[in-house]
């Protein structure tokens, strides 16, 4: 069944284990990669891989392949060009962490692709086929873009690519979802580089005496330099933004220290906010394909994706922390599940 | 044998920990705590504890006890009160997280105590006796302080009851740990909280969307905002410059990331320093009595704490990363190991 057929390129961290984790759910999978590292590694572990990325994008127009683009942002417009030429109208994703830049390069090297921008919210410092596993993706949120335009079966195929991998989809715009990860995920990568140096301006007694706050600030400052450059550098805007809202704050918690010694409204909304974090953690539904039984306040309804307006419905129940829980993708039928502590208004059925 | 007999005041996480961890090593241990949950806890758990600090304090005029404060910052002042009633020549420590109050409290309310400073750096966002355990100082750095005038003969008996917990011993002056702590201890929690801040303020999405890198940044912003408040305010001219230097650098990639669109310097010295403390953590010490046999680059040396200028000299092994893994203490004698890769002299035996 040629729906359920991945063609991966890049196999990193991200890509190796989409790569692992759907075979491990049926998925018939094959890859490319320019490492020839990794393709070594994938080979090794018993996966049909490639290092001519040509050749596993020309295979594509024969068995309509999903093509997924699990490489960094620097090299998604490279790939896109070999597309253009092997397979201008596949079915096509990616798991680049700046959903906008990629979506403006597929819309300008290859408009006939049926793309849908995804993002699976998983990751760890190291990276590289070695550092992937089959269960990178098990509980985490995997952002599926809804734009006006996408094609609803493509969109409950990677859907269904989501949920067998043991992720949650959560949807939204490439907008918003470039706004949301400049504040949760580049941002914290700003600021662990910027605790680590002051750290390291202490000398050895600082590094002597770091311990776990310290630790836990600093961990994704192990990450790969050139892959954090390459997804803050690829949202600037955004970042810029949620770079000056940190200064903003951390200038206020500054002046407060300065002037009266206090720091109460810095630490108390920051306590407040990840409480909110782990809340909506919590709320987050299991992935068994029914809603989760958190004893968290839950809404739940379905949504056919053919509907008219479908995909702004979808954007804005994004916005209010709904997620996707299961796809009857023969009538391209989302469930859709939110124990958020902030009620939305379920989709009829 | 009363030179291994604790008197802990205060059982939440750090004390409770304290009292387990001792026992097992052999200490005669007891205990007392404002809270009744925590002495009640205690007590379930087969410790001999009060919640008459009072009462505690009164027996160490007979069992000359070593007198430790695990209480925070703001109710130092207080047990101090009771001390000078009862027992104002004690063998006294503590480990609260800024060490220039606490000298100057003992100095000025209790000056005939022979107290040495301590700061074990373990923790967790958790707190009370219930979130302790025998093993917390496994592997940590314990700071003892080596202000001139410190009783070397007490100054053994604490670093020998940090290394019985399994911690080894960072040797520092207070004015030095109160740096090097607001760099690696609370400006994490300043900009945990700040960046939990700032994800929140991304709404439900964001919150949906934060995944490794959220979760690490704002761990410790789940702490009791109390707690996080007393050590921070308690540290307020260190703590301020660290912020300084945090908006410096915060600043400058806000500047570069606006102008030219990269994030080289930031990304690339953030990096550098994570790998500088990694070392730095793979090469303490493990704590077997014995010099580490990490590969890395040693240094060993002993150290006569009675000789004239001991402390000085233990000030500035510690500003070159000196930890002690050992004690001689009935010649007060200190076994000494570094192995940050920046050599140190080691002391002639």
Request: glycine fraction near 10%; hydrophobic fraction near 45%.
């Given at each position: 069944?040629?729906?359920?057929?991945?063609?991966?390129?890049?196999?990193?961290?991200?890509g190796?284990?989409?790569?692992?984790s759907?075979?491990?759910?049926?998925?018939?999978?094959?890859?490319?990669?320019?490492?020839?590292?990794?393709?070594a590694?994938?080979?090794?572990?018993?996966?049909?891989?490639?290092?001519?990325?040509?050749?596993?994008?020309?295979?594509?127009?024969?068995?309509?392949?999903?093509?997924?683009?699990?490489?960094?942002?620097?090299?998604?417009?490279?790939?896109?060009?070999?597309?253009?030429?092997?397979?201008?109208?596949?079915?096509?994703?990616?798991?680049?962490?700046?959903?906008?830049?990629v979506?403006?390069?597929?819309?300008?090297?290859?408009?006939?692709?049926?793309?849908?921008?995804?993002?699976?919210?998983?990751?760890?410092?190291?990276?590289?086929?070695?550092?992937?596993?089959?269960?990178?993706?098990?509980?985490?949120?995997?952002?599926?873009?809804?734009?006006?335009?996408?094609?609803?079966?493509?969109?409950?195929?990677?859907?269904?690519?989501?949920?067998?991998?043991?992720?949650?989809?959560v949807?939204?715009?490439?907008?918003?979802?470039?706004?949301?990860?400049?504040?949760?995920?580049?941002?914290?990568?700003?600021?662990?580089?910027?605790?680590?140096?002051?750290?390291?301006?202490?000398?050895?007694l600082?590094?002597?005496?770091?311990?776990?706050?310290?630790?836990?600030?600093?961990?994704?400052?192990?990450?790969?330099?050139?892959?954090?450059?390459?997804?803050?550098?690829?949202?600037?805007?955004?970042?810029?933004?949620?770079?000056?809202?940190?200064?903003?704050r951390?200038?206020?918690?500054?002046?407060s220290?300065?002037?009266?010694?206090?720091?109460?409204?810095?630490i108390?909304?920051?306590?407040?906010?990840?409480?909110?974090?782990?809340?909506?953690?919590?709320?987050?539904?299991?992935?068994?394909?029914?809603?989760?039984?958190?004893?968290?306040?839950?809404?739940?309804?379905?949504?056919?994706?053919?509907?008219?307006?479908?995909?702004?419905?979808?954007?804005?129940?994004?916005?209010?922390?709904?997620?996707?829980?299961?796809?009857?993708?023969?009538?391209?039928?989302?469930?859709?599940?939110?124990?958020?502590?902030?009620?939305?208004?379920p989709?009829?059925?």
């Open positions: 069944m040629s729906e359920r057929t991945l063609c991966v390129i890049g196999l990193g961290l991200i190796g284990s989409l790569l692992r759907a075979q491990n759910a049926g998925w018939t999978v094959r890859g490319a990669a320019a490492s020839e590292a990794d393709v590694a994938a080979r090794h572990a018993g996966f049909t891989v490639t290092s001519s990325v040509d050749d596993a994008l020309a295979e594509v127009s024969d068995d309509d392949a999903l093509v997924v683009l699990a490489v960094p942002l620097p090299a998604v417009v490279e790939v896109l060009g070999v597309l253009a030429r092997c397979a201008p109208r596949c079915r096509l994703t990616d798991v680049v962490s700046v959903k906008q830049p979506a403006a390069a597929v819309a300008r090297l290859v408009p006939a692709a049926r793309y849908v921008g995804g993002h699976p919210m998983a990751g760890r410092s190291a990276s590289g086929w070695a550092a992937g596993s089959a269960t990178l993706f098990r509980g985490a949120s995997w952002m599926l873009g809804c734009d006006d335009g996408a094609d609803p079966l493509v969109w409950a195929h990677i859907a269904q690519l989501a949920l067998d991998c043991g992720a949650h989809v949807p939204a715009g490439a907008a918003d979802h470039d706004a949301a990860v400049a504040r949760v995920s580049h941002l914290p990568h700003v600021l662990a580089a910027v605790l680590a140096s002051v750290g390291a301006d202490g000398g050895p600082a590094m002597a005496l770091g311990a776990g706050s310290f630790t836990d600030g600093t961990r994704v400052a192990a990450s790969a330099p050139e892959l954090v450059r390459a997804m803050c550098e690829g949202n600037r805007e955004a970042l810029l933004a949620a770079v000056d809202d940190a200064l903003g951390l200038g206020a918690a500054r002046g220290l300065a002037s009266t010694g206090a720091l109460e409204a810095t108390r909304a920051g306590h407040r906010a990840r409480q909110a974090f782990e809340a909506a953690r919590a709320g987050a539904p299991a992935n068994t394909g029914a809603p989760a039984n958190t004893g968290a306040p839950e809404n739940t309804g379905h949504l056919e994706l053919t509907s008219p307006g479908a995909f702004g419905r979808l954007r804005e129940l994004g916005r209010q922390g709904a997620r996707v829980t299961a796809v009857h993708h023969t009538r391209c039928q989302l469930h859709l599940s939110s124990s958020m502590a902030t009620p939305w208004q989709v009829a059925p």
